[in-house]
């Protein structure tokens, strides 16, 4: 079946830097919109950002300028830099996969922890 798993995540000071990577397997890559979700303890999930398959970005305006997300269509990969980090950006990541035909993601990993010390 269709696999998304997450690696990169750690402890890192406010200020520092951390790239989150997604390897997907058994996924036509092509043709999904991938993207990097979160969710803090006793929030919601939230969107952090997403890119199209022809590489068009969206981020929201709280990681705006300071989150970086990229994909690799031979690879069949998605990163996630993160610079700047605050102590507010404290979550488990999750990668997304959507299809270009759905409102919402189709397929989702398992997460992994992003701690940021102030």
């Known amino acids: 079946q269709v696999q998304l798993v997450e690696s990169g995540g750690g402890l890192v000071q406010a200020g520092g830097s951390l790239r989150l990577s997604c390897a997907t397997s058994?996924?036509?890559?092509?043709?999904?919109?991938m993207g990097w979700y979160r969710q803090a303890p006793g929030k919601q999930r939230e969107l952090v950002a997403t890119?199209?398959?022809?590489?068009?970005?969206n981020y929201p305006d709280s990681v705006k300028g300071r989150f970086t997300i990229s994909r690799d269509n031979a690879k069949n990969t998605v990163d996630l830099q993160m610079n700047s980090l605050k102590a507010e950006d404290t979550a488990v990541y999750y990668c997304?996969?959507?299809?270009?035909?759905?409102?919402?993601?189709?397929?989702w990993g398992q997460g992994t922890q992003v701690t940021v010390s102030s």
């Open positions: 058994r996924l036509s890559f092509s043709s999904y919109t």
């Open positions: 890119i199209t398959r022809s590489g068009y970005t």
């Open positions: 997304a996969a959507q299809h270009i035909t759905t409102r919402a993601p189709n397929y």
